[in-house]
Structures are given as structure tokens and as C-alpha cells.
């Protein structure tokens, strides 16, 4: 068994006060499985986190990252999440998502609740805890950008 960690670079994509969330496949074995969450995901052998994360946005949205920033870095027993941010600079409708359920603008008060109510779903659905935590710091450190 491998006890390695996984180490993930995800986005934060900021549009007037609102955050692009992806509603992850509710597929058993992958991490939140049907839970909001950010978009990116596992960075490639010989990758580095930024590399990876523009190739992660452009894979599951189609959309092609801005100047970017790192944020922070957040890590547990398993994961490593590489944390960018970036502003959103098309509608929604200009987006193609080509992996997960659902994607969606959240307000921060929709972040702070932990629940959002899915078109593609017909049902709310929890946003995952770590993502969760993310956004609120986030929210709290870089409020002057948004």
C-alpha cells in the first residue's frame, strides 16, 4: 500500500464577490465524493504546482488561467492542496465543464451555510469540509481583492 501523500494544486476563481465551485462526480473511491469543492486536481509526475494547476482549469472548464497567485498550501495524512487564485474573467455560460456534476458562483454566505442546491443534481449538496475551510480563509485574508 502506498502511504505517500497526494499533492493536488486547485484554484480559486473570483468573479464580483462570487467563487466558481465544481459539484465533484458522486462516484464511490474519489475524495467528496457528490460535495462541492474547488476545481484542479493531481499534480503529474515532474509537474510543478502552477504547471498543474493551468492544466487542471483548462481540462475541466476549458478556461485558460489569468496571472495567478498562490494562496497557501494545505496538507493532512493524505492530501497536499497546492492553493491558487485567480479572477474569472468570463460568464459562466462561456464555460464548458468537462468534469464533474455541476458548476456554480457562490456568494460567501452560500460558503458559510456549507450547502448549495444543484441544477444538475435537482438536490442541495454539502460542500466539502477542507474546500469549506479554504474559501472562509480565503474570504477572511484576501477580502480586499474580491
Known amino acids: 500500500m502506498n502511504n505517500q501523500q497526494v499533492h493536488v494544486a486547485i484554484a480559486i476563481l473570483y468573479q464580483k464577490n462570487k467563487f466558481l465551485m465544481q459539484l465533484r462526480d458522486n462516484i464511490p473511491g474519489i475524495l467528496y465524493p457528490g460535495y462541492w469543492a474547488l476545481f484542479g486536481g493531481h499534480i503529474e509526475p515532474g509537474e510543478t504546482p502552477d504547471v498543474a ?34 479572477p ?18 457562490f456568494t460567501p454566505e452560500d460558503i458559510r451555510q456549507g450547502n448549495y442546491y444543484s441544477q444538475n443534481a435537482g438536490e442541495v449538496r454539502p460542500l466539502g469540509t477542507m474546500h469549506q475551510k479554504i474559501m472562509l480563509d480565503f474570504i477572511e485574508k484576501k477580502s480586499n481583492i474580491i
Open 53 to 86: 494547476v493551468k492544466r487542471e482549469i483548462l481540462e475541466e472548464i476549458g478556461y485558460n488561467l489569468p496571472p495567478f497567485v498562490e494562496f497557501d498550501c494545505y496538507h493532512n495524512e493524505r492530501v497536499v492542496r497546492h492553493v491558487f487564485h485567480a
Open 88 to 105: 474569472l474573467l468570463v460568464e459562466l455560460n462561456q464555460l464548458v465543464l468537462n468534469e464533474g456534476w455541476d458548476m456554480a458562483l
